[in-house]
């Protein structure tokens, strides 16, 4: 297959090595530097110049960007990627995006006969060098197995949620659930540590519990305890995530007072820590409030 990837970040970036392993690949990067360096290190693959350029002669482009405002900025212009795609071919916007935007992005396309797929994902760097991302899908169930295809390479579990738009609604809710367990362990334990619990005991209590998750199994003892704070992913991106989930209850009128809450909470931590802190930073916003350590 001819690929097409746009937004080599910190997780576009190993989701296309494994691409460019099995596929003939063409990058490009806002910041030409990255695009270009990884066509060094990746033989086979090539730095395209523009977007038109990345979607020149692809079956298949792949965008993996901020948020869908980025991808639509993308499209037009005689340099942008609808220059470059060909009728017949297929965007999957592997971006953690909003529903109401990829159903714009997809009726636009569908006019100039390009199919379009949203295909978020979940697993982080570590899991996208390994290729075992989880990627939900929205989109018809054809261009749903086009692209589950088009992302296996770096993809372990691929799940059809239903239209353009369901799998970013998918992801906001996973990750609006992310965010408020972030918060609340942080609150659980910086609580049990002021009184005299050792923070590793309490982990390993949690882990054998009913209040166990992803984070008090993983990110904790991982990256707290350890005192190794990977940057792996920005609290911008969780804080836009969690606004998308927000906006999606608004819009079906449901209340989210809890997640509503948190929401509130991500968005004056981004405003505090800046649009470069990681998504764990809040956990250290917690120790120093209470003046303790999540060490051991
Ligand atoms: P990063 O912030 O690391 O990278 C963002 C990428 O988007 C960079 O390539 C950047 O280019 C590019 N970009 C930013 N603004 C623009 C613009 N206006 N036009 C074109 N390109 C632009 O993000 P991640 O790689 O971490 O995340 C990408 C997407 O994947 C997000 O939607 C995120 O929520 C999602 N995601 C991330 C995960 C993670 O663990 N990191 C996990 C699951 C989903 P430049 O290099 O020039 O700045």
Sequence with gaps: MRLGFAGLGAIGTPMAARCAAVHQLAVWNRTAQP???FAKANPGSRHAATPRDVAQGADAVITCLPTSAEVEGLLDGPEGLLAGMAPGSILVDC????PASSRRIAGRLATLGIAFVDAPLSGGPPLAIQGKLTVMCGG???EVARASLVVAPFAAKVVRMGPV???HAMKAANNALLAA?????AEALVTLAKAGIAPRDAVDVLNASSGRSFVSEVL???RVLTGTWPRLFRLA???KDIGI???LAREVAVADPVLGFSRDQCRALRAELGESADYLDPIRVAEQAAGVELRG
């Design 165 to 167: 738009g369901a799998g």
């Design 220 to 222: 904790i003892p991982d």
């Design 140 to 142: 018809s169930p054809e």
């Design 245 to 247: 989930f927000h906006d």
């Design 237 to 239: 991106l969780l804080e």
């Design 35 to 37: 695009a270009a360096e």
């Design 181 to 185: 367990n972030i918060l609340t362990l």
């Design 95 to 98: 971006t953690s995006g909003d």
